[in-house]
């Protein structure tokens, strides 16, 4: 067994296993600076967890590395470099790695025996060699198990038989033909013998006998399986591998899980955990009942570790209230949270006329839709200037009221599922309490657009302050502790052995060994630096309240960013249905180089189908097109944006379903590589969610003929 069970009372596997890097690392006292390394993918989760797993590090006094890596390529170069770290005995692998074949030479087969690798990751499937490989060189690999492997029995029977026993036709099984033969031919040359009256016995017939049952039970030369026998073995893992990308058990959760078992339960830990289960929920990778379970167990640790104080009149407040009561409280609070984000640091209005799940039920990108919105404060007794000042500002009467009008008036207007039960964090008196959603928001900000392209965001009351008080200014960044992490990185770079950001190439890596030099390095220089210290500012806003809440900021101008592309493409009609896919295709536009980053143009693809999944049905779309009604079905989206500096188009693959929380595997990552060998195309993945890609410009169109257009579908 290659992966470790989930832990269960008497059967303890992560801490057990944790233990064991401990004394690793203790083995190594003098080298142990470059014995654990953590590679980190750019997600919420990934880096929470890693921060997570740093705490407990810490506490144990082991030295470790954080790495961040972008994408295939990215782990790829890491892995030579691995190479050279003598003093290497544990790799931790945080949401990456689950689906490659980590045991080949080219990546860690041939790494030294003292090194264990760690597989930490919520995508699935997994690649069942990571699971099931029980060879010396496979058991150095582990994954960490969230209970799913113990369901995939049959597949790992598949997989067992297709690896270990011979093929119908192979020459182990003309071998045993072969002396079978042989043995018939003895038998009829035997004398035979009178034992007894009435019996007889052939000589030698033991020994063959005894022969043949050795040969059944040799496991060096195992029973040959038929050919219908090895059909059913691939189609059953074919049905495994293509059935589409989920998500498992979040890697915070994994994390949680260890510092559960060995009793260290914190309230950052908690905090951290909280984060990556919001971040797989509010982006759609698990469903409300998978949401819930979680919610329901760090409910009860969140009651546990932050007993309500009474208030001075001996009264403990609402479990639902996020206000600080000392200036020391750092407390979570079990809470409500509504389905428009950020608005308790925004204003009312633009809080829900930015929800994805407010403009699929209003149609806000219409003069109508707006005018609902509208309508609904107005029925909620809420006047148009409340709406549109900060909410930290409004009258207090009406904030006590949001919750029971907002449930009385919201069904009206098709708005039913509009609160989920969450978290949020108080911070003493140095700033407003915060939602577990809103500090997501803002680290996702952070870790893709802090740096790299152009940003407004604008300042705080701008909107009704005229031209000396208010406006928009340009987002310079953020100085944090990262910086001499920032620093470091770029020295790094200078000896070649860098990660290179989404949208780079592989050639940026050996950009130092060329005599070209000049601008065209600094250029690749600095599109490393931007992405390196998005990550470290994130990082470090997970521990400092003042960088995160600066990014709300941010996070404010991207989703203006999202609605504002996203209302335009719809006004346009620029979306075109291709037989099979509603495709989307971005050329120009004030903010076409934002969506050159992966992450955010998957958020543009995640709102155009929230938006539009109530106003614009599969059967209409295909009206247009002149292909008939049909049969009504949800049709996923491909969105492109154009990359005008790498001269390249950014593609993203989303499902679509008929109802909001219906959450469908991801089939794109498979579609994409038949499309491109149907065509040829050159494609790259630069990131580890196989739903993106990055190609060249030249093969967009023969690629979404290829991908849409098949008639097999």
């Known amino acids: 067994m290659v992966y470790l069970p989930y832990p269960t009372p008497g059967h303890p596997t992560y801490d057990a296993q944790y233990k064991k890097i401990l004394c690793e690392h203790r083995k190594n006292a003098l080298s142990a600076a470059s014995s654990v390394i953590i590679l980190v993918a750019p997600d919420v989760d990934a880096l929470c967890a890693a921060r997570m797993l740093a705490s407990l590090f810490r506490q144990d006094d082991v030295m470790y590395h954080i790495k961040p890596i972008a994408g295939p390529d990215e782990l790829e170069i890491a892995t030579e470099e691995l190479r050279t770290y003598t003093e290497l005995r544990t790799l931790i692998l945080l949401n990456m790695g689950g689906m490659t074949e980590l045991l080949q030479p080219d990546w860690f087969g041939d790494f030294d025996p003292k090194v264990t690798v760690h597989v930490i990751d919520s995508a699935r499937p997994r690649n069942l060699a990571l699971l099931f490989d029980t060879t010396p060189n496979g058991n150095r690999i582990l994954v960490w198990d969230d209970g799913t492997a113990e369901t995939l029995q049959n597949e790992r029977l598949a997989w067992e038989a297709i690896k270990y026993q011979p093929e119908p036709d192979s020459d182990a099984s003309d071998d045993e033909e072969e002396e079978e033969e042989e043995v018939e031919d003895e038998d009829n040359d035997e004398v035979d013998y009178e034992q007894s009256p009435g019996k007889r016995r052939s000589l030698g017939s033991d020994e063959r006998k005894s022969r043949k049952r050795r040969k059944l039970d040799d496991p060096d030369n195992p029973k040959r399986m038929t050919w219908d026998e090895r059909e059913a073995h691939i189609t059953r893992l074919d049905r495994y591998y293509t059935s589409g990308t989920s998500y498992g058990l979040s890697a915070t ?30 982006t759609g990778r698990i469903s409300r009942d998978k949401y819930d379970e979680w919610h329901r167990i760090y409910s009860d640790v969140v009651a546990s570790l932050n007993p309500l104080p009474p208030t ?5 407040p609402s479990a639902a209230s996020l206000i600080s009561s000392t200036p020391d409280d750092m407390g979570i609070r079990a809470t409500e949270e509504y389905r428009f984000m950020l608005f308790r640091h925004w204003t009312l209005y633009d809080a829900m006329f930015h929800s994805s799940y407010v403009a699929s039920k209003l149609g806000i990108w219409r003069e109508k839709g707006r005018k609902r919105l509208t309508g609904l404060l107005a ?11 900060s909410y930290a500002h409004m009258d207090l009467a009406l904030k006590r009221d949001l919750h029971d009008q907002l449930h009385a008036t919201a069904p009206e207007y098709g708005l039913v599922q509009l609160s989920y039960a969450s978290f949020g964090r108080c911070f003493g008196y140095i700033a407003s309490p915060m939602s577990a959603s809103d500090a997501v928001e803002g680290i996702s900000a952070l870790l893709e657009v802090a740096g790299g392209v152009k940003m407004e965001v604008e300042i705080e009351g701008g909107r009704n302050g005229g031209e000396w008080f208010g406006g928009s200014r340009v987002w310079e960044g953020i100085h944090s502790a990262s910086d001499k992490r920032h620093r470091e990185e770029k020295k790094r770079w200078s000896e070649n052995r860098e990660n290179i950001p989404p949208g780079g190439t592989m050639s940026a890596a050996v950009a130092k060994d060329s005599d070209a030099g000049g601008d065209a390095d600094l250029e690749q220089r600095a599109d490393v630096d931007w992405w390196l210290k998005n990550f470290w500012i994130a990082y470090d806003a997970l521990s400092d309240i003042t960088i995160l809440k600066e990014s709300l900021a941010l996070a404010m101008s991207l989703h203006k960013a999202i609605i504002r592309t996203g209302t335009s493409i719809i006004d346009k009609q620029d979306i075109k249905t291709m037989r099979h896919h509603h495709v989307v295709i971005l050329t120009q536009g004030p903010d076409l180089a934002l969506f050159c980053h992966p992450a955010v143009l998957s958020r543009l693809a995640i709102w155009l189908v929230e938006a539009l999944r109530e106003h614009l049905t599969p059967s209409t779309a295909r009206q247009r097109a002149g292909l008939g009604a049909g049969k009504k079905k949800s049709l996923p989206f491909v969105v492109a944006c154009l990359n005008e500096a790498a001269d390249t188009y950014v593609v993203v693959g989303v499902m679509a379903a008929m109802e909001f929380g219906d959450i469908r595997k991801n089939e794109f990552g498979l579609a994409f590589l038949d499309a491109k060998q149907k065509c040829n195309a050159k494609t790259r993945h630069s990131t580890f969610d196989t739903s993106i890609l990055e190609i060249e410009k030249e093969d967009l169109k023969m690629f979404l003929d290829a991908l849409c257009n098949d008639p097999s579908e």
């Open 253 to 282: 959760g994994t994390i949680y899980s260890l510092a559960d078992a060995l009793d260290r339960v914190d309230n950052d830990l908690l905090w951290l955990s909280i984060l990556g289960l919001t971040h797989q929920y509010t």
């Open 312 to 316: 001075r009149d001996g009264h403990k």
């Open 379 to 389: 029925k909620m007794g809420f006047s148009i200037p409340q709406t549109q000042q």
